[in-house]
């Protein structure tokens, strides 16, 4: 039986340094048509998801501002800076950034939620 090769769009990593969260270029593709992202963590299952808004969405009033965050596209990869973003994400899956480096996660789109979805088990 033959196996095709076939690449995977939907999957990739999540990048998470001092004062910001990067997303590699499959992720981000998943995103370009995003106007803000809200993010949650689930610290029993260890997941972090970002939920993708439309402007719509964003601009319904039925999400508080301070929870929008803006995400920064570029050719190959999107970025949020925030740093009490990294701080919460930290504070939840109990890790710290080393001071000149970062921690990397693999995630995965999930097409039908519009959510990308890191697993915070292990760094990679």
């Given at each position: 039986m ?8 939907f999957?990739?990593?999540i990048?998470?340094?001092?004062n ?39 601009l ?6 301070s929870?929008?965050l ?24 109990k890790?710290?950034?080393p ?26």
């Open positions: 033959l196996e095709f090769y076939d690449y995977d769009n999957s990739g990593y990048s998470i340094y001092k910001y969260l990067l997303l590699n270029k499959n992720l981000v593709n998943t995103f370009n048509d995003c106007y803000r992202i809200r993010i949650a963590c689930d610290k029993e299952n260890k997941k972090l998801y970002l939920f993708k808004l439309n402007k719509d969405e964003a319904s009033g039925i999400y508080s501002e929870s929008l803006k995400l920064s596209i570029t050719k190959s990869y999107g970025r949020i800076s925030n740093s009490n973003v990294i701080d919460f994400i930290c504070n939840v899956f890790f710290n950034i001071k000149e480096g970062f921690l990397k996660f693999n995630g995965r789109y999930d097409d039908q939620k519009k959510v990308i979805i890191a697993d915070m088990e292990e760094a990679v």
